[in-house]
């Protein structure tokens, strides 16, 4: 694990749903499905994605961004990388450390060092992931209480590793179906007392834990394919969704979200949606 040597700027992430403040992007400029790795790729593999359509949501999505006040910084896509819109994979912040994930596809593989080229020309300290591989997609941030999926993206010896370098924070780690690719494709914290999730990703004893700790919000299975779940708080309780998944928007708007509704049917083809594609990086205290 190593860690940059740059003078530093402010990271910070204590939660999910705190004001996002800065964020990192990566344009879809060569998004296209060539391994299938997830079951929605496989279900658009044949139709695959459009480049110029994504561009243009993704842009709508910065732009948004921006309106609201949020600085977000750009990674410069490459060819060679085709899911590097989903930058959420590639890092995660936990309190004021922004961890460089290990990652486990292949077809992923070396992304992460597009991201650390940028940490450090942006001054951004961070600290790098080693050992066993790690997505941030599996890593959901509730103050203190750090939740990790195990998947197929996300090992033990890699949470292991984080639980050695944050003694101070409890890391539950939750089992779910790992057809399901991550973790918040199936389970995101909107606020301190409320969650959306996909009951059937989870067993019983998780979904009693979970119960347990939140007012949980149910998506159904045809809102969970279009990644229903994985919608992206930016403070106040305002939220990023897309607008066919009316359901779920339906029951945020009835718990007093302002819902900000953005098309990106195209770019979730390849199986992630608006919190696979930011990584924060200063969320809540500046």
């Given at each position: ?269 390849s199986g992630g949606s608006f919190r696979c594609c930011t990584l924060p990086v200063l969320r809540g205290n500046k």
């Amino acid at each position: 694990m190593a860690m940059s040597s740059k003078q530093q700027k402010p990271t910070f992430c204590g939660s999910e749903y705190d004001e996002l403040h800065k964020v990192i992007l990566c344009e879809p400029e060569h998004m296209a499905i060539h391994d299938v790795i997830n079951e929605t790729q496989k279900h658009f593999k044949q139709e695959n994605i459009d480049s110029e359509r994504a561009l243009i949501e993704h842009r709508e999505f910065t732009e948004a961004l921006r309106n609201h006040g949020v600085d977000v910084i750009l990674l410069t896509p490459l060819q060679k990388y085709p899911e590097q819109v989903f930058t959420r994979d590639i890092g995660f912040t936990i309190g004021r450390t922004l961890f460089v994930a290990e990652m486990a596809s292949e077809i992923r593989q070396g992304e992460e060092n597009v991201l650390k080229e940028r940490l450090e020309s942006q001054k951004v300290p961070f600290l790098d992931l080693t050992k066993g591989s790690i997505e941030g997609g599996d890593v959901i941030v509730d103050r203190n209480t750090i939740y990790v999926g195990m998947s197929s993206r996300t090992n033990e010896q890699a949470v292991n590793q984080l639980k050695k370098v944050l003694p101070t924070y409890t890391i539950e780690t939750i089992p779910f179906d790992e057809k399901y690719l991550h973790l918040d494709c199936v389970f995101n914290i909107l606020s301190p007392e409320e969650a959306l999730f996909f009951p059937n990703a989870f067993d019983k004893e998780t979904i009693d834990m979970l119960e347990s700790r939140f007012n949980l919000i149910e998506v159904t299975e045809e809102e969970q394919f279009t990644l229903g779940t994985n919608v992206l708080s930016i403070g106040n309780k305002k939220v990023f969704s897309l607008p066919v998944n009316r359901q779920v928007n339906s029951q945020l708007k009835a718990r007093g979200y302002n819902v900000i509704e953005i098309d990106f049917s195209e770019i979730i083809k390849s199986g992630g949606s608006f919190r696979c594609c930011t990584l924060p990086v200063l969320r809540g205290n500046k």
